[in-house]
């Protein structure tokens, strides 16, 4: 199961909704850019053949003698997008959680995502980073949907590294302006990073996660540990006594230096630790009224 049932009580207290207008037609939950009879008042124009008669606005007319219509903002069903990166370094587990790696705590998150988008009859869709490859199902609504992204997301595994630029090419196609996105990463490929800057700057509501460790939080390790890397197999022995201050100072300075960068572009960016519990970064984002 993706989701505990303690998780799953906590989302009913959340909420999507796009902090830019949607592009979408029909009737949703969430404001659009295209005008008509819809539920919050926008503007008064003038009355247009074909009009309907009740909008006309009659008191209006009474002070101009002349026909204004009320139009509103149609509400727009809206369209949310898990990016979740399943590279070989989001297989890394925490010691005291050591069942929750990354892309576990990845799928979690990635699955209250959808459920959230579901209970609003909304549209949502998975991309799955890994292997050096992309793999995308696109959105759509319903019970089956849902069913079958926690499918997909309980299959990935961590592997590979993050794609070159050219794969990347078919998200655009796919992830339209306007779709709410929250990317799943650990934030230390760079093309992770600027896939969010750019997927913001062309307009759609982006927000990254970025997954870490306790062991990354504190640096807890004694004597001589050994760190390798997943993705390039290197590998390095440290004194951890003697680096644990200088790593806890320039790791904590880079934390602080992705999320301010993000949040220039326009990404709302929040950090999320394995070892904690997963509706933290669930509230931060869609714990108030917007999605902001």
Known sequence: MLIAPDLLASLSGMRLRARRPSLGQGIGQHASRSRGAGLEFAQYRAYEPG??????????????DRFFVRDAERDSPLT???IVDASASMGQADTLVPERTRLAAARTLAACLFELAFRQGDRFGLVLIAQDRVFVTDAASGRRHRDRL???????????????????????QSIAPGAVVMMLSDGFEERALALAERLSAANRDVSFVRL????????PFEGGPRFRDPESAQEQRVDAAR????????FGESRQALLAR???????????FTDQPLDLPLRRLFGGRDFA
């Open 51 to 64: 009009d309907e008669l009740r909008r006309i606005d009659w008191k209006l007319y009474g002070r101009s």
């Open 80 to 82: 949310a997008w898990a």
């Open 150 to 172: 926690h499918f997909e997301l309980a299959r990935a595994e961590a592997a590979g590294g993050w794609p070159i630029e050219s794969s990347l090419h078919s998200l655009w």
């Open 212 to 219: 870490l460790t306790m062991e990354e939080r504190e640096f």
């Open 243 to 250: 680096v644990r201050a200088d790593f806890l100072r320039r």
């Open 262 to 272: 993000l949040a220039a572009s326009g990404v709302r960016a929040c950090e999320a």
